[in-house]
């Protein structure tokens, strides 16, 4: 009996320093990776809309919470070792936008959930297997990115009906290939326009690209999204000034920077909602149940002192449609 109560007291005192040297340890903050294709300045604002959100859920960086952030400075080929750090950095959650940057975090892990702050159409590339139910460890927001291209090129004409020719700076990437393209040609047929097609192959070719533009007498521009495009942002911006073309543009990054037009949705809506996944992931739900949503927010935004610099007026019936308008 004594050597039963010994060895019972025994058990009783390893289970009491077990739970001593538990409570000692300190929690396991959790770690978010964020993986981004464009510059660190072009995605800033849409960082600063999740981080804002993450505050607001009561998450303190640096305190209750480590982000790890990614940028490729829109070189595509160096995603997937970019995605491959953070896997090795074991972060419970990874934060991206743009199909280079999902497909890349996709490949490097099919375990940690994968949260994109806009994905073009995730069902058609092949990212969820339906909205409702996405299946696997990935889940976020759509950008419905072929119903908007038709929307920007007829506001531009709109804005602009002599415009005949415009040209279409685009890039192919990740599974969509032609597809930004094939949907503009039919936009443009739609509305009487003929499309130049300049496709670009990497950061290189944006000057050969917009010297074709010249040379074939483009009267206006539009531009695809593009992470190779974002972060040629100024590069973009100052062909339009230099030529006084009117352009419209896929994201308000643009206007604020100093172009003419953009029609999109609000960017950082979409970010601030990624954060809401990232919260419900961290607590325990997984992405496979977290249905993509899509978005609730679109600007049309106009930049007037960017219209008088390049000599265009912007008729009252579509100024009057904006948003926003930069004065």
Same mark, same amino acid.
């Given at each position: 009996?004594?050597?039963?109560?010994?060895?019972?007291?025994?058990?009783?005192?390893?289970?009491?320093?077990?739970?001593?040297?538990?409570?000692? $340890?300190?929690?396991?903050?959790?770690?978010?990776?964020?993986?981004?294709?464009?510059? /660190?300045?072009?995605?800033?604002?849409?960082?600063?809309?999740? #981080?804002?959100?993450?505050?607001?859920?009561?998450?303190?960086?640096?305190?209750?919470?480590?982000?790890?952030? #990614?940028?490729?400075?829109?070189?595509?080929?160096?995603?997937?070792?970019?995605?491959?750090?953070?896997?090795?950095?074991? /972060?419970?959650?990874?934060?991206?936008?743009?199909?280079?940057?999902?497909?890349?975090?996709?490949?490097?892990?099919?375990?940690?959930?994968?949260?994109?702050?806009?994905?073009?159409? &995730?069902?058609?590339?092949?990212?969820?297997?339906?909205?409702?139910?996405?299946?696997?460890?990935?889940?976020?927001?759509?950008?419905?990115?072929?119903?908007?291209?038709?929307?920007?090129?007829?506001?531009?004409?709109?804005?602009? !009906?002599?415009?005949? #020719?415009?040209?279409?700076?685009?890039?192919?990437?990740?599974?969509?290939?032609?597809?930004?393209?094939?949907?503009?040609?039919?936009?443009?047929?739609?509305?009487?326009?003929?499309?130049?097609?300049?496709?670009?192959?990497?950061?290189?070719?944006?000057?050969?690209?917009?010297?074709?533009?010249?040379?074939?007498?483009?009267?206006?521009?539009?531009?695809? !999204?593009? &992470?190779?495009?974002?972060?040629?942002? #100024? $590069?973009?911006?100052?062909?339009?000034?230099?030529?006084?073309?009117?352009?419209?543009? !896929?994201?308000?990054?643009?206007?604020?920077?100093?172009?003419?037009?953009?029609?999109?949705?609000?960017?950082?809506?979409?970010?601030?909602?990624?954060?809401?996944?990232?919260?419900?992931?961290?607590?325990?739900?997984?992405?496979?149940?977290? !249905?993509?949503?899509?978005?609730?927010?679109?600007?049309?935004?106009?930049?007037?002192?960017?219209?008088?610099?390049?000599?265009?007026?912007? &008729?009252?019936?579509?100024?009057?449609?904006?948003?926003?308008?930069?004065?």
């Amino acid at each position: 009996m004594r050597k039963l109560i010994l060895n019972l007291a025994a058990l009783v005192l390893v289970c009491l320093l077990a739970q001593i040297s538990d409570a000692q $340890q300190p929690a396991r903050i959790p770690r978010i990776g964020i993986l981004a294709a464009p510059s /660190v300045s072009f995605f800033s604002a849409r960082v600063e809309a999740f #981080r804002q959100r993450l505050r607001e859920l009561g998450y303190v960086e640096g305190k209750n919470v480590l982000i790890e952030y #990614r940028y490729a400075e829109g070189k595509l080929e160096r995603l997937p070792d970019l995605a491959a750090e953070l896997v090795l950095l074991k /972060v419970d959650v990874i934060v991206t936008a743009s199909n280079p940057a999902i497909f890349a975090a996709k490949k490097a892990s099919a375990t940690i959930p994968i949260v994109f702050g806009a994905a073009n159409d &995730p069902v058609e590339d092949g990212l969820v297997s339906s909205l409702a139910r996405p299946g696997g460890n990935i889940t976020g927001l759509s950008l419905m990115t072929p119903d908007l291209d038709g929307k920007r090129l007829e506001l531009l004409k709109e804005a602009f !009906p002599k415009v005949a #020719r415009v040209a279409f700076l685009w890039g192919a990437v990740g599974t969509r290939g032609n597809l930004p393209l094939t949907g503009m040609e039919a936009a443009a047929k739609a509305l009487g326009l003929k499309l130049q097609s300049l496709d670009l192959r990497g950061l290189d070719n944006f000057e050969s690209a917009f010297a074709r533009a010249k040379r074939e007498g483009a009267q206006a521009l539009i531009t695809s !999204p593009s &992470p190779r495009i974002n972060t040629q942002q #100024r $590069q973009v911006l100052d062909f339009a000034a230099k030529n006084r073309l009117p352009a419209m543009y !896929p994201a308000s990054e643009f206007v604020e920077a100093g172009g003419l037009m953009s029609y999109a949705p609000n960017y950082a809506d979409l970010f601030r909602r990624a954060a809401d996944y990232v919260d419900k992931i961290l607590k325990g739900s997984k992405p496979a149940d977290l !249905p993509v949503e899509q978005p609730m927010k679109f600007e049309f935004i106009v930049n007037l002192k960017t219209a008088k610099q390049i000599g265009v007026t912007i &008729p009252p019936n579509v100024l009057v449609r904006a948003n926003r308008v930069i004065r």
